[in-house]
Structures are given as C-alpha cells and as structure tokens.
C-alpha cells in the first residue's frame, strides 16, 4: 500500500515563512514527479509546484520567487519551502506523486495540510 503523508501546516504572519515535507511510504517504490497542489474549497486545485526525479522543478505563476521545492530520493520526501507568505496564499496544500508500484503506474495523493496566512 502507497501513502503520501504530510506535515508542516499552520498559521504564519504575512511576510513569514513555512515549510511543508510530505514523505511517501511503502516498498519497491518507483517515484516519478512530486509536487505540490493547492485548494480553496468550491475551486478548481491550483499547481503550486512539481518536482521530477531528476530534479527538475516547475513552479506556478503565483508562487515564482518565493517557493522552493526539492526533494530527497532517498527519504521518499519532496519538501516545500514558503517565503514571503502572503493571505491569498491561504489553502489547503495536497501532495501529490506518480508512483510506480510492481507493475502498477498510479496518481497518488495526501491528505492535504492547512496553510493560513493571516496577521
């Protein structure tokens, strides 16, 4: 069984920084692309950022500059790093990965994690 669990959600002041992990668990993983995706309830989720296995990284418009995100194959953890926060950045952040598993090739997602930024 394939798990993406994250951690790292929380209340930051505008200005501040947060960094969120999401590690994903199992055996004989194959992981492709991780990244990150965010959701306001009602709307359609928004890329935030994508990470390939080779490192790669793709960011959306709105988080250019001041997210990073990276990963270490190893631990099975891609990790996002949040600078300069500002409110419309309030959502909840869902992992997600492309996992190859025997000879199964699937989207896997988090829970997702709640971010708010707010004064």
């Known amino acids: 069984q394939v798990q993406l669990v994250e951690y790292g959600g929380g209340l930051v002041q505008p200005g501040g920084s947060l960094r969120l992990s999401c590690a994903a668990s199992g055996s004989r993983l194959t992981i492709y692309t991780m990244g990150w995706y965010r959701q306001t309830p009602g709307s359609q989720r928004e890329l935030v950022a994508t990470i390939t296995n080779d490192g790669i990284p793709n960011y959306g418009d709105s988080v250019k500059g001041r997210f990073a995100i990276s990963r270490d194959n190893a631990k099975k953890t891609v990790y996002l790093q949040m600078n300069s926060l500002k409110p419309d950045d309030t959502d909840v952040y869902y992992c997600?990965?492309?996992?190859?598993?025997?000879?199964?090739?699937?989207?896997?997602w988090g829970q997702g994690t709640q971010v708010t930024v707010s004064s």
């Open positions: 997600n990965a492309l996992i190859r598993r025997q000879m199964e090739l699937n989207d896997y």
